[in-house]
Structure formats: C-alpha cells, structure tokens
C-alpha cells in the first residue's frame, strides 16, 4: 500500500450478504464502477475487518461487516489545467454539462494542445475528479466539433462515465440540433439511415458508404420554419457518429449553411454569410437529455441558440 491511498471505510449491510464483492461495494461506493472496483481487488487493495485483503471480486461478501477500500491517488492528467470561463448548463458532484461556444475544440490533439474544453475542465473541475481509469481528468463519451456549438455531457468519476457511455451505446440519449440548411428539404420532414464511414477521396471528410463498410447511422429530422433560400430544421440524432449531421443533411442535397467542408453556398446566400462573416457550419446542440447515472434521475437540458445564429435566422427570414 502506498503512503498516499485514500482510504475509504464501507459498512457493508445484511443486505449485502451473499453477493458479489464488487457487486457490494459498487452499490455502497456509487462514484466508483464496477469495473475500477474489481482492478482494485484484485490489485490487493481492498481489506477486511481483520486486515485479510480480499483478492476475489467474485467472492461473496460477508455482511454486515466493514471493508476498506485503499484508492490511490488519481495521476494527474497530461493535459495543462487552463481558466477559460466556461458557460455550465449544469453540475454537481458526479458530472458536468457544458454549453460550448463555436470555435472551441474538445480534446487536446495535435495542433490543439491547449485552449480545449479538456483543458478549461481541468481548471474548473480541479480536486472534484475523482480520476477516470484512476486518471484525474474529465471523461467525456461524446464531441461535438470545434465549430459546431452547443451542450456536451463530461464526467467527473468512473461511475458517472461508465453510466453515460452505456446509454451513449444504448442511443437512448435525446440529443437534438439547431440547424439552418440551404434549400428547403422536401418532404419536410423525414429520416435519413444512411452508414457514415471515411471518405475513399479525402480521409479528413466522412462520406455515405454501403451499408456495412462503414458505422450505422440515423437521423430524424422536421423543418421548423422555411428562410429565404434555406430553412431552420431541427436534427434528432438516433446514433452519434463523426460529422453526423453534416454529412446526412448533405446526403440529401441540403447542405448547412455555411459549412466550409460539406457545404456550398451560391448567391444571395453566400453574399449573406460573407457580410457577416459567418465562417462555420450553422449548427448547435440545443438539447440533451439524459438518465442521471448516478441519481436515476432524468435529466433535461436546452440550450439559446448563440447570437451568430440567431443574427443570421433573422436575416434569412421571409
């Protein structure tokens, strides 16, 4: 054991009798998973009453009783902690929702090594992370591009990650977008599936592919309000896939309005966008909704569209 674990005391109950080890101590230590909970003991780190280490996390737990759990102290991220004056939508001590402005990228890469949400995180979150795969940083199970404005969901321990990620996989996230598409999709409402993998031509951009070469993806979308050579639609997403949107809302010939990758904006609409230096694809994460996965509570988030979009709504309005 080293000097500096954390030493956590669980009492467990006569409930507990008979289940699993790291089935016990996962429901008395909700900030922890499962999965972090059997790395633990079978690292020796985990002790009875009487000082034995209990090796086995599929032993049955013997209740009621007390049990130490030794945590070691998370390693610090790699990542420079930055104050960058986040917009939170929503936290407390299991996880944080962040309104993210334009123009701001998610994770350091190259290139980006600092000045991301990662970095603004840190700084914000300094001493409330409990440490993800025992790293103290924050865990984030979605993105949304640098460009791209909006709602994104980060987690502040192992429990919460593994909690989110799961009803990431499962797609029963509500996640919906604000986005202001060329032309006027007809029918005005409908779903797209169409698989998104790497383009064949250009490996930065995303493309539709056969189904089956590349990740199955849906999405629903239903026109709000139609604008002077383009339209307001909202875009559900079913599956979370890289340029999701931007991409299907190509794919079916309505393009986002100022979208430098997807996009090709003709008179008068690009006279508009060049005025107004409007430089990104117009698009916003303006919902996400969600099970607490600590609480079990359900969570739900909107988000104003930022004042660059909603300039130019006004202006393209008939």
């Given at each position: ?186 029918p005005a409402n409908g779903t797209i599936d169409a698989a998104l993998g790497r383009s064949t031509t250009n490996r930065k951009k ?54 430098p990758v997807y996009g090709r904006q003709r008179k008068p609409l690009s006279d508009v966008l060049k005025t107004r230096n409007f430089v990104r694809q117009a ?36």
């Amino acid at each position: 054991m080293q000097g500096d674990d954390d030493i956590l005391t669980v009492a467990l109950s006569d409930s507990a009798a008979g289940l699993r080890l790291d089935r016990a101590l996962a429901e008395a230590l909700p900030s922890l998973s499962r999965e972090r909970l059997k790395s633990l003991i079978k690292g020796g780190r985990v002790v009875d009453a009487s000082g034995n280490i209990l090796w086995d996390p599929s032993g049955k737990a013997a209740a009621p009783t007390t049990i130490e759990v030794r945590l070691p102290a998370a390693k610090p991220a790699h990542n420079v902690a930055q104050d960058m004056g986040l917009v939170i939508a929503y936290e407390d001590e299991h996880l944080i929702v962040i309104d993210k402005p334009a123009g701001m990228v998610v994770h350091p890469a190259a290139g980006n090594l600092d000045g991301t949400m990662v970095n603004a995180l840190l700084h914000h979150c300094a001493g409330q992370l409990s440490g993800i795969g025992g790293v103290a940083r924050p865990g984030i199970v979605h993105r949304i591009d640098k460009d791209t404005s909006g709602l994104i969901v980060a987690a502040k321990h192992d429990k919460a990650h593994e909690g989110l990620a799961k009803q990431f996989a499962a797609h029963s996230i509500d996640r919906r977008y604000l986005a202001l598409a060329t032309g006027r999709p007809m029918p005005a409402n409908g779903t797209i599936d169409a698989a998104l993998g790497r383009s064949t031509t250009n490996r930065k951009k995303m493309a539709v592919v056969a189904e089956g070469r590349g990740k199955h993806a849906i999405t629903h979308y239903r026109t709000i309000e139609p604008l002077k050579g383009a339209a307001l639609v909202e875009c559900r997403l079913e599956t979370g896939r890289t340029h999701q949107v931007r991409v299907h809302m190509a794919h079916i010939g309505h393009p986002l309005v100022g979208d430098p990758v997807y996009g090709r904006q003709r008179k008068p609409l690009s006279d508009v966008l060049k005025t107004r230096n409007f430089v990104r694809q117009a698009l916003h994460a303006a919902h996400l909704g969600f099970i607490h996965p600590v609480t079990g509570n359900e969570i739900a988030l909107d988000s104003e569209l930022p004042a660059d979009m909603r300039e130019l709504l006004n202006e393209l309005r008939v």
